[in-house]
């Protein structure tokens, strides 16, 4: 049996954090899709499902609340990552609240990023 890949969008209006993300990502086996422009992001999970969403919170047009708003709302098991340069108490509150698996500032280490990505992962290959 064969173990479906573990799929994730990562949604940051500054290019080189997917430029940085996706080869590493890809290297550990995961399938990635990345995106700069939250517009596009909305259309791509009207599209699919993604087991893992990872997303900046400032941005412009769709910010990163409104897309993880987004996101669950459309699918309650997508595990969503917030990165942010603006990590404030507020905001990681209000990212918890609305169900995010986890929080990091920015600038985060590359492998802060997977060892959050495969508790995701655990989760949920454990529900």
């Known amino acids: 049996m064969t173990t479906k890949q573990t799929t994730i969008l990562i949604l940051d209006d500054e290019p080189i954090v997917?430029?940085?993300?996706?080869p590493s990502?890809?290297?550990k086996g995961y399938e990635i899709e990345t995106f700069t422009s939250s517009a596009d992001a909305l259309k791509r999970i009207?599209?699919?499902?993604?087991?893992?969403?990872?997303t900046d919170l400032k941005m412009e047009g769709v910010d990163g609340m409104q897309f993880l708003a987004e996101v669950k709302g459309r699918f309650s098991d997508?595990?969503?990552?917030?990165?942010?340069?603006?990590a404030t108490m507020e905001t990681a509150k209000e990212s918890f609240n609305r169900g995010v698996f986890d929080f990091l500032?920015?600038?985060f280490k590359l492998g802060e990023i997977a060892e959050v990505i495969s508790r995701a992962e655990a989760k949920i290959k454990n529900r």
């Open 18 to 22: 997917s430029k940085r993300l996706k």
């Open 25 to 27: 990502l890809e290297k």
């Open 46 to 54: 009207q599209e699919r499902q993604f087991d893992i969403v990872i």
């Open 78 to 86: 997508t595990e969503v990552i917030v990165i942010t340069g603006f």
């Open 105 to 107: 500032a920015k600038p």
